[in-house]
C-alpha cells in the first residue's frame, strides 16, 4: 500500500509547462533519436532491408514528427488540454504523452504500410503501437524525471535563499505609504487577474481578510503601485513582496505564503528572476 500511495504521490507532482521552443526542440530530438536508432540497431526487419535504410529510417523519423505534431494541433491548440498549467502535474504529462506516441504510432504505421510495402493490414497496427512504446517509453519516462526533479530541487533552492534572506535582515524599503482603490498599499497582500476585472486581498484593521474586486487589469495597478513592494510574480497575480513571510518550490516555480492570509500565491518560472531581485 505505501508504494501505490508514493506512485499517486509522484503522478499528483506538479509539473511544468513547456515552452513552445522548447517543446519543438524536443520534438526534433526525438525525431532524430528514431532516425538514428532504428538505422543503426536495425530492429523489427529493417535488416531485411538492403537499399535505402538511412532514407527509410528518416522517413520513420519525419513521421514521428509529424503524429506528434496532429496530437499537439488537436488536443493542445484546439481542445486547450492544458489550458491551466497552475493544474498540470506529472501523471497528466505521463497521459499526454501516451497520447502523442499512440498518434506517432498511427503516423508511422501509415508510412510503413501505404510507402513501404504499400497496402494497409489494420491487424498490425497493435504490433506497430508495441514497436513505438519500446522504443519511447524508456527515453520518455527519463525525460519527463529529469524535468520534475530537477525543477524541484532549483526552486526549492531558490526558496531556501529567500527565506534565509528574510532572515538576514529587512527586505529593501519600499513606499508603502499610499493606496489603491482607497485601500492602503500596506494592507493589500495579493491582486489576482479575473480576466477584465482583478480582485484585490488585503487586510482590514480588524486582521480579517478581504477581498474587492475591481475594473482594472494587472497593468494597470503595477503602473499605480509603481514604486510600492507590489509587484508582478504571475501572469494572474501580484504580490505585497514585504507580507511574504515564507516561500516553497516545486517544478512550476516557487510558492509564497502571505502575512495574516491562508491563500497560497504562485511565483511562475519566468517571474522567479525579477522577484528576487
Known amino acids: 500500500m505505501k508504494i501505490l500511495n508514493d506512485?499517486?504521490?509522484?503522478?499528483?507532482?506538479?509539473?511544468?509547462?513547456?515552452?513552445?521552443?522548447?517543446?519543438?526542440?524536443?520534438?526534433?530530438?526525438?525525431?532524430?533519436?528514431?532516425?538514428?536508432?532504428?538505422?543503426?540497431?536495425?530492429?523489427?526487419?529493417?535488416?531485411?532491408?538492403?537499399?535505402?535504410?538511412?532514407?527509410?529510417?528518416?522517413?520513420?523519423?519525419?513521421?514521428?514528427?509529424?503524429g506528434a505534431l496532429v496530437y499537439d494541433f488537436f488536443f493542445h491548440m484546439l481542445l486547450k488540454l492544458n489550458s491551466t498549467p497552475e493544474k498540470w502535474t506529472y501523471g497528466k504529462w505521463v497521459l499526454d504523452n501516451l497520447g502523442y506516441m499512440l498518434f506517432i504510432s498511427l503516423a508511422n504505421f501509415l508510412y510503413a504500410r501505404l510507402v513501404i510495402i504499400g497496402f494497409i493490414n489494420w491487424e498490425l497496427f497493435p504490433q506497430m503501437i508495441y514497436s513505438t512504446f519500446m522504443i519511447g517509453i524508456i527515453p520518455l519516462m527519463s525525460i519527463g524525471a529529469w524535468t520534475l526533479l530537477s525543477g524541484e530541487r532549483k526552486y526549492q533552492h531558490i526558496a531556501e535563499e529567500i527565506n534565509q534572506g528574510k532572515s538576514n535582515g529587512p527586505a529593501r524599503q519600499a513606499d508603502d505609504s499610499g493606496s489603491l482603490f482607497d485601500i492602503p498599499t500596506h494592507q493589500i497582500r495579493y491582486v489576482e487577474a479575473l480576466q477584465n476585472y482583478s480582485k484585490i486581498g488585503y487586510i482590514t484593521p480588524e486582521g480579517e481578510l478581504k477581498e474587492k474586486i475591481e475594473r482594472t487589469t494587472l497593468k494597470g495597478i503595477l503602473s499605480e503601485a509603481e514604486g510600492s513592494s507590489i509587484v508582478k510574480c504571475h501572469r494572474s497575480y501580484l504580490v505585497n513582496r514585504v507580507t511574504v513571510v515564507n516561500a516553497s518550490g516545486n517544478a512550476q516555480g516557487l510558492l509564497l505564503s502571505l502575512a495574516d492570509c491562508d491563500k497560497v500565491i504562485p511565483v511562475s518560472r519566468t517571474c522567479v528572476a525579477d522577484f528576487r531581485n
Do not use: A, H, W
Request: proline residues 5%; hydrophobic residues 50%; glycine residues 4%.
Open 7 to 66: 506512485v499517486v504521490q509522484l503522478l499528483n507532482r506538479p509539473f511544468p509547462d513547456m515552452e513552445r521552443l522548447t517543446y519543438f526542440k524536443l520534438l526534433i530530438s526525438l525525431s532524430l533519436f528514431v532516425t538514428f536508432f532504428l538505422y543503426v540497431f536495425e530492429p523489427f526487419g529493417l535488416s531485411t532491408l538492403e537499399d535505402n535504410q538511412f532514407l527509410i529510417c528518416l522517413g520513420f523519423g519525419s513521421m514521428t514528427f509529424v
